[in-house]
């Protein structure tokens, strides 16, 4: 699959770095990538796109320029909405975070600059998060009189824990990627400049096992958090049985035995 033949989708650059492995990045610059409806539209039809295609591995998410992955949500566009019209945009919004995280593919937040209200939400509904050195996290819609619209609340107190949680999103403080590495929030601190290397380091490992054992831990992972620990363990049985229906666990386990890469066919 070569880039060109990709679709194209208002305010994002979809490209493809490595084989079997896509680089959506959002192109709102001026509007430090906030998203408004129009974003959250082109996110959602790019995902939908890119989960469809049986070769994708890995998918990597990030913004335009060093000065933020996603700044917000768009204030301007969301100070004149009526009660209603919010409800429709959180709607929106949270319709946009379950596609990711239901998306087959593994995807990873490259996180640049600044990752605020929206654009935090954005990073957490991802699997999990690379950041650079001059990212800054902050969830800080108490301050323009609402609460987070997208899932924060619930994502974040997942991630970090409840006192974090509620220090953060009460108060509205902004977080260095430093500090959010001592939170687990994020899981490695690179330089600007290496962000994207980071990224595709990352990828690589991933797009090197095997595809559909990959997708059914992902599933496993995100969908047991909703269950009791006897369920998700039950759910887990079912799955590594289904795998051992797969033609990837007998090339997986033939390569093992015979002391060889494994050649990984998507099935």
Known sequence: ???????????????????????????????????????????????????????????????????????????????????????????????????????????IALVNGYCLGGGCELALSCDYILASENAVFSQPEVSLGITPGFGGTQRLARYIGKGNAMQWILTGDRISAQDALKLTLCHQVLSSSELLKGGLAQAEKIAKNAPQAVRFAKQLIHQGLNLSLHDGCQLETERFALSFTTQDQTEGMAAFAERRPARFSHQ
Do not use: Y
């Open 1 to 107: 699959m070569e880039t060109s033949m990709a679709p194209t989708f208002d305010c994002l650059l979809l490209t493809q770095p490595q084989d079997d492995v896509w680089l959506i990045t959002i192109d709102r610059p001026k509007a430090l990538n906030a998203l408004n409806k129009a974003l959250l539209t082109s996110l959602s039809q790019a995902f939908q796109w890119l989960d469809a295609l049986p070769t994708t591995k890995v998918i990597l998410l990030t913004g335009n320029g060093d000065k933020a992955f996603v700044a917000g949500a768009d204030v301007v566009a969301m100070q004149a909405m009526t009660a209603l019209e919010a409800r429709d945009f959180s709607h929106l919004g949270m319709a946009l975070m379950h596609q990711i995280e239901a998306c087959s593919a593994p995807v």
